[in-house]
């Protein structure tokens, strides 16, 4: 499979402030890549600098086999980008705003964006300050795949959406990816990820702590215990041998305990909360 996002070495400061530092990942053809870390952990920085639309400072980034700084114009006709909170005029009906939208592109986009109104429920004759959240929300979905490109780059998506349009949206990206795209997934809702996402990329503090599959991430031999030990309640997590658990048990008056797998969220935060290193014990 082709590589349809190469990224190397990219950093880009904000003056004295930390932007990105050192981050390097690819996204191959075909992917549902999960982009995922805290509030200013760099993940928009790293996006607009892909699009364009900030200047880095060094490393390299290529997309669909192109120079993100040579070929921009020609990069950003294949790509289908949604913002967290994307800004419409107003006082314009839906069906403007998005016929709007496919004029930029120099396209008629006319079919597509009818099938996907019809599908996210769209009502393209109300204007844009009469929509809740949700609806403002579909309607830049619309406007970031009525044209079919070759690569989604969503930020947030779903938020917003009622359970049954979530549902709907997943489903037209896995029909949009079957049909030969390829989507970059920025959010931070970890369900989604373990549902959808082939891979992801775990960032913090502007730094990348991890590029692996997710059912590699989510396979862990840690174990959440509960437990009465002494009459004092205990909640943790252990990454050690559970017959040392045992052990450590001895003697002790348990009342009550429960060993299970800890939730996808716990898995995740280990990343966010870890210092990660590399083989010589260096900080990543």
Same mark, same amino acid.
């Given at each position: ?26 996204? *191959?053809?075909? #992917? ?24 880095? +400072? ?8 192109? +120079? ?25 009906? $839906?069906?403007?705003?998005?016929? %709007? ?34 609806? =403002? ?24 959406? +009622? ?13 949009? $990816? ?14 989604? $990820? ?8 775990? %960032?913090?503090?502007?730094?990348? *702590?991890?590029? #692996? ?39 002790? #008056? ?10 996808? #969220? ?9 210092? =990660? =290193? +590399? ?6």
């Amino acid at each position: 499979m082709e590589k349809v996002i190469e990224i190397n070495h990219l950093t880009k400061h904000y003056g004295k402030y930390r932007g990105v530092s050192d981050v390097s990942f690819c996204v *191959q053809e075909g #992917d549902i890549f999960g982009f995922l870390g805290p509030n200013g952990a760099g993940k928009s920085t790293t996006i607009r600098s892909m699009l364009g639309l900030i200047q880095y +400072d060094s490393g390299s980034i290529r997309i669909l086999g192109k +120079d993100s700084k040579k070929e921009k114009e020609e990069i950003l006709k294949e790509i289908g980008y949604m913002p967290s909170e994307a800004m419409f005029y107003p006082s314009m009906k $839906v069906k403007d705003v998005i016929r %709007m939208a496919a004029e930029v592109r120099k396209q008629d986009c006319t079919e597509e964006a009818g099938k996907l109104c019809e599908r996210l429920k769209v009502d393209e004759n109300k204007k844009i300050n009469e929509l809740s959240l949700g609806n =403002r929300k579909k309607v830049s979905i619309v406007c970031a795949m009525q044209h079919k490109p070759k690569l989604f780059i969503f930020d947030e998506p779903t938020s917003g959406l +009622d359970p049954l349009m979530q549902t709907e949206f997943f489903e037209l990206i896995g029909e949009y $990816v079957k049909a030969g795209a390829t989507c970059m997934l920025s959010t931070h809702v970890l369900s989604e $990820v373990k549902r959808y996402c082939n891979r992801v990329a775990i %960032m913090k503090e502007g730094r990348l *702590q991890c590029v #692996d599959e997710v059912a590699h991430i989510t396979k862990t031999s840690a174990k959440r215990v509960r437990m009465v030990r002494d009459g004092k309640a205990e909640d943790f997590i252990y990454e050690g041998n559970l017959n040392e658990l045992y052990k450590e048990l001895e003697g002790h #008056d348990i009342m009550d305990i429960l060993i299970e797998e800890p939730s996808l #969220d716990e898995i995740f935060m280990r990343f966010y909360k870890e210092e =990660r =290193r +590399d083989s010589d014990g260096n900080s990543l």
